[in-house]
Protein backbone atom coordinates (compact mmCIF):
# COMPACT_ATOMS: atom_id res chain seq x y z
CA UNK A 1 0.00 0.00 0.00
CA UNK A 2 1.62 3.11 -1.47
CA UNK A 3 0.74 6.65 0.47
CA UNK A 4 1.75 9.93 0.50
CA UNK A 5 1.95 11.95 3.98
CA UNK A 6 1.05 15.59 3.82
CA UNK A 7 1.08 16.71 7.54
CA UNK A 8 2.05 15.45 10.86
CA UNK A 9 0.82 16.66 13.87
CA UNK A 10 1.94 15.91 17.49
CA UNK A 11 1.12 16.20 21.50
CA UNK A 12 2.80 13.88 24.07
CA UNK A 13 4.96 14.22 27.30
CA UNK A 14 7.52 16.64 25.91
CA UNK A 15 6.53 16.74 22.62
CA UNK A 16 4.48 19.43 21.96
CA UNK A 17 3.69 19.91 18.43
CA UNK A 18 5.39 18.62 15.72
CA UNK A 19 7.65 21.49 14.36
CA UNK A 20 8.90 22.09 18.31
CA UNK A 21 9.30 17.78 18.25
CA UNK A 22 10.97 16.92 15.04
CA UNK A 23 14.47 17.85 16.12
CA UNK A 24 14.21 15.62 19.42
CA UNK A 25 12.75 13.22 17.75
CA UNK A 26 15.96 13.67 14.61
CA UNK A 27 18.38 13.31 17.39
CA UNK A 28 19.25 16.92 17.26
CA UNK A 29 17.72 18.66 20.37
CA UNK A 30 17.78 16.95 24.35
CA UNK A 31 14.56 15.88 24.85
CA UNK A 32 13.30 17.00 28.33
CA UNK A 33 10.50 15.77 29.98
CA UNK A 34 7.01 17.30 30.83
CA UNK A 35 3.44 16.60 31.15
CA UNK A 36 1.59 16.99 27.88
CA UNK A 37 0.04 19.98 27.36
CA UNK A 38 -3.68 19.73 25.99
CA UNK A 39 -4.77 22.96 24.38
CA UNK A 40 -8.74 24.23 25.03
CA UNK A 41 -10.88 22.85 22.44
CA UNK A 42 -11.32 26.46 20.82
CA UNK A 43 -13.08 25.16 18.06
CA UNK A 44 -16.02 23.94 19.58
CA UNK A 45 -18.56 25.94 20.63
CA UNK A 46 -18.40 27.33 24.36
CA UNK A 47 -21.56 24.52 25.33
CA UNK A 48 -19.72 21.51 23.69
CA UNK A 49 -15.83 22.86 24.99
CA UNK A 50 -17.23 22.57 28.33
CA UNK A 51 -18.60 18.95 27.76
CA UNK A 52 -15.89 17.91 26.14
CA UNK A 53 -13.67 15.08 27.79
CA UNK A 54 -9.70 15.30 27.83
CA UNK A 55 -10.04 12.82 25.14
CA UNK A 56 -11.91 14.87 22.55
CA UNK A 57 -9.44 17.76 23.67
CA UNK A 58 -6.51 15.86 22.89
CA UNK A 59 -8.14 14.17 19.40
CA UNK A 60 -9.32 18.24 18.53
CA UNK A 61 -5.55 19.48 18.92
CA UNK A 62 -3.88 17.11 16.76
CA UNK A 63 -6.18 17.35 14.41
CA UNK A 64 -6.43 21.35 14.24
CA UNK A 65 -2.73 21.25 14.12
CA UNK A 66 -2.16 18.93 10.81
CA UNK A 67 -4.81 20.72 8.20
CA UNK A 68 -3.61 24.26 9.45
CA UNK A 69 -0.13 22.77 8.80
CA UNK A 70 -1.41 21.38 5.46
CA UNK A 71 -3.68 24.38 4.34
CA UNK A 72 -6.55 22.03 3.62
CA UNK A 73 -10.06 22.07 4.95
CA UNK A 74 -10.93 19.81 7.12
CA UNK A 75 -14.93 19.61 6.55
CA UNK A 76 -14.50 17.57 3.34
CA UNK A 77 -11.96 15.14 4.83
CA UNK A 78 -12.73 11.89 5.28
CA UNK A 79 -11.52 10.84 9.12
CA UNK A 80 -10.26 7.81 10.43
CA UNK A 81 -10.07 7.86 14.62
CA UNK A 82 -8.03 5.34 16.38
CA UNK A 83 -7.58 5.13 20.14
CA UNK A 84 -6.83 2.19 22.31
CA UNK A 85 -9.40 2.61 24.66
CA UNK A 86 -11.36 5.72 24.34
CA UNK A 87 -12.48 8.04 27.44
CA UNK A 88 -11.21 6.23 30.93
CA UNK A 89 -12.35 9.10 33.03
CA UNK A 90 -15.91 9.03 31.65
CA UNK A 91 -15.68 5.17 32.20
CA UNK A 92 -14.53 5.04 36.04
CA UNK A 93 -16.99 7.70 36.63
CA UNK A 94 -20.16 6.18 35.13
CA UNK A 95 -18.40 2.98 36.94
CA UNK A 96 -18.05 4.45 39.92
CA UNK A 97 -21.83 5.91 39.83
CA UNK A 98 -22.97 2.87 39.42
CA UNK A 99 -21.71 0.80 42.46
CA UNK A 100 -22.82 3.91 44.53
CA UNK A 101 -26.01 4.18 46.08
CA UNK A 102 -27.60 6.68 43.86
CA UNK A 103 -27.13 5.21 40.28
CA UNK A 104 -28.26 8.05 38.52
CA UNK A 105 -25.77 8.69 35.13
CA UNK A 106 -25.01 12.33 34.14
CA UNK A 107 -26.34 12.77 30.25
CA UNK A 108 -23.30 14.33 29.25
CA UNK A 109 -20.96 10.88 30.87
CA UNK A 110 -23.58 8.88 28.94
CA UNK A 111 -22.68 10.20 25.47
CA UNK A 112 -19.35 10.97 26.14
CA UNK A 113 -18.83 7.19 26.71
CA UNK A 114 -18.98 6.13 23.44
CA UNK A 115 -16.00 5.31 21.38
CA UNK A 116 -16.73 7.43 18.43
CA UNK A 117 -17.08 10.38 20.85
CA UNK A 118 -14.51 12.46 19.22
CA UNK A 119 -15.68 11.87 15.61
CA UNK A 120 -19.19 13.21 16.90
CA UNK A 121 -17.15 16.40 18.46
CA UNK A 122 -15.10 16.95 15.70
CA UNK A 123 -17.92 17.31 13.26
CA UNK A 124 -19.32 19.77 15.42
CA UNK A 125 -15.88 21.30 15.32
CA UNK A 126 -15.38 21.66 11.79
CA UNK A 127 -18.97 21.03 10.27
CA UNK A 128 -17.64 17.68 8.48
CA UNK A 129 -20.55 15.77 6.49
CA UNK A 130 -17.70 13.73 5.38
CA UNK A 131 -17.60 9.87 6.78
CA UNK A 132 -15.40 9.03 10.24
CA UNK A 133 -14.92 6.03 11.01
CA UNK A 134 -13.91 4.95 15.18
CA UNK A 135 -11.87 1.82 15.84
CA UNK A 136 -10.36 -0.16 18.17
CA UNK A 137 -7.73 -2.70 18.27
CA UNK A 138 -6.10 -2.69 22.04
CA UNK A 139 -2.30 -2.16 21.59
CA UNK A 140 -2.21 -2.25 17.90
CA UNK A 141 -4.99 0.70 17.56
CA UNK A 142 -2.21 2.93 15.39
CA UNK A 143 -1.35 0.10 13.21
CA UNK A 144 -4.99 -0.69 12.93
CA UNK A 145 -5.83 2.86 11.73
CA UNK A 146 -3.07 3.51 9.82
CA UNK A 147 -4.33 0.41 7.51
CA UNK A 148 -7.84 2.17 7.77
CA UNK A 149 -7.11 5.18 6.81
CA UNK A 150 -4.46 3.89 3.65
CA UNK A 151 -7.17 1.75 2.50
CA UNK A 152 -9.71 4.57 2.40
CA UNK A 153 -7.63 7.19 1.10
CA UNK A 154 -6.82 4.53 -1.96
CA UNK A 155 -10.66 3.58 -2.12
CA UNK A 156 -12.09 6.99 -2.52
CA UNK A 157 -8.96 8.33 -4.26
CA UNK A 158 -8.55 11.18 -2.17
CA UNK A 159 -7.07 12.72 0.99
CA UNK A 160 -8.11 10.88 4.65
CA UNK A 161 -6.83 12.16 8.49
CA UNK A 162 -6.07 9.44 10.80
CA UNK A 163 -6.23 11.19 14.36
CA UNK A 164 -4.73 8.30 16.83
CA UNK A 165 -4.77 9.09 20.70
CA UNK A 166 -4.33 7.44 24.19
CA UNK A 167 -4.98 8.81 27.86
CA UNK A 168 -4.14 7.69 31.27
CA UNK A 169 -7.07 5.65 33.12
CA UNK A 170 -7.81 6.72 36.73
CA UNK A 171 -7.15 4.23 39.55
CA UNK A 172 -7.83 1.34 40.03
CA UNK A 173 -8.77 0.84 36.16
CA UNK A 174 -5.05 2.45 35.48
CA UNK A 175 -3.78 -0.52 37.66
CA UNK A 176 -4.82 -3.22 35.38
CA UNK A 177 -4.40 -1.46 31.91
CA UNK A 178 -1.45 1.41 32.74
CA UNK A 179 -0.76 4.23 30.40
CA UNK A 180 1.94 6.59 31.53
CA UNK A 181 0.77 10.04 29.93
CA UNK A 182 -1.99 11.53 27.02
CA UNK A 183 -0.20 11.26 23.52
CA UNK A 184 -2.47 11.92 20.45
CA UNK A 185 -1.07 12.17 16.54
CA UNK A 186 -3.13 13.53 13.56
CA UNK A 187 -1.56 12.42 9.95
CA UNK A 188 -2.73 13.78 6.58
CA UNK A 189 -3.05 11.22 4.15
CA UNK A 190 -3.40 10.54 -0.09
CA UNK A 191 -2.89 8.31 -2.63
CA UNK A 192 -0.89 10.44 -4.52
CA UNK A 193 1.58 13.16 -4.01
CA UNK A 194 0.84 17.03 -3.65
CA UNK A 195 2.60 20.08 -3.51
CA UNK A 196 2.67 19.75 0.92
CA UNK A 197 3.58 16.12 1.05
CA UNK A 198 6.59 15.40 3.69
CA UNK A 199 7.17 12.00 2.41
CA UNK A 200 6.17 8.64 0.59
CA UNK A 201 5.06 5.50 2.98
CA UNK A 202 5.58 2.18 1.26
CA UNK A 203 3.48 0.14 4.25
CA UNK A 204 2.55 -3.72 4.12
CA UNK A 205 1.97 -6.49 6.53
CA UNK A 206 5.02 -8.24 8.22
CA UNK A 207 6.01 -10.95 10.52
CA UNK A 208 6.17 -9.51 14.27
CA UNK A 209 9.01 -7.12 15.00
CA UNK A 210 9.10 -3.71 15.92
CA UNK A 211 11.77 -0.84 15.81
CA UNK A 212 12.75 0.73 18.95
CA UNK A 213 13.51 3.91 19.20
CA UNK A 214 16.98 5.94 19.25
CA UNK A 215 16.37 7.96 21.92
CA UNK A 216 16.15 5.91 25.35
CA UNK A 217 13.37 8.21 27.23
CA UNK A 218 11.09 8.00 23.72
CA UNK A 219 11.57 4.39 23.74
CA UNK A 220 10.32 4.13 27.15
CA UNK A 221 7.35 6.22 25.87
CA UNK A 222 6.85 4.13 22.79
CA UNK A 223 6.69 0.91 25.48
CA UNK A 224 4.54 2.49 27.54
CA UNK A 225 1.35 4.11 25.86
CA UNK A 226 -0.20 2.44 23.20
CA UNK A 227 -0.39 5.07 20.01
CA UNK A 228 3.28 5.84 20.67
CA UNK A 229 4.56 2.78 18.78
CA UNK A 230 4.33 5.52 16.06
CA UNK A 231 7.55 7.08 17.49
CA UNK A 232 9.82 5.31 14.79
CA UNK A 233 8.23 6.41 12.01
CA UNK A 234 8.30 10.09 13.43
CA UNK A 235 11.90 9.85 13.98
CA UNK A 236 12.10 8.30 10.57
CA UNK A 237 10.02 11.27 9.16
CA UNK A 238 12.12 13.94 11.54
CA UNK A 239 15.09 12.87 10.33
CA UNK A 240 14.62 13.58 6.42
CA UNK A 241 16.17 10.34 5.61
CA UNK A 242 15.20 6.64 3.77
CA UNK A 243 14.41 4.53 6.09
CA UNK A 244 12.81 1.16 6.69
CA UNK A 245 11.40 0.44 9.65
CA UNK A 246 8.35 -2.29 11.57
CA UNK A 247 6.14 -1.11 13.47
CA UNK A 248 4.05 -3.22 16.32
CA UNK A 249 0.92 -4.55 15.66
CA UNK A 250 -0.47 -8.05 16.33
CA UNK A 251 0.61 -10.78 18.56
CA UNK A 252 1.54 -12.39 15.09
CA UNK A 253 2.07 -9.43 12.44
CA UNK A 254 3.06 -6.00 12.22
CA UNK A 255 4.16 -3.23 9.70
CA UNK A 256 6.38 -3.06 7.56
CA UNK A 257 6.79 1.14 6.40
CA UNK A 258 9.45 2.15 3.98
CA UNK A 259 9.66 6.03 4.49
CA UNK A 260 11.15 8.43 1.14
CA UNK A 261 11.42 11.59 1.92
CA UNK A 262 10.14 13.81 -1.03
Known amino acids: MRLF ?15 ASAPILAGNATYLAAPTLIPPAILLPPNERRRAPQTV ?14 GAEPASCPVVFASSGGDG ?18 PTRFHNSVHNVAAGYWSIATGAKTPATSLCAHDGSFAAGLLEAGAQALAANGMVALIAYDLPYPEPLA ?16 PVAISQSLAQLDVELCAPSAHACTVPELEDMRRAIPTARVLPLLEALARGEAAAITLDYLDDLALAVKVTPL
Do not use: C, D, M
Not at 57 to 70: D, I, N, R, Y
Not at 95 to 106: D, F, H, I, N, Y
Not at 175 to 190: M, Q
Open 175 to 190: SVRPIVAPFALALLLS
Open 57 to 70: KLALAVGAEAFTSA
Open 5 to 19: LNAVALRGPGLEGWQ
Open 89 to 106: ETIHEILATLAGPVRELS
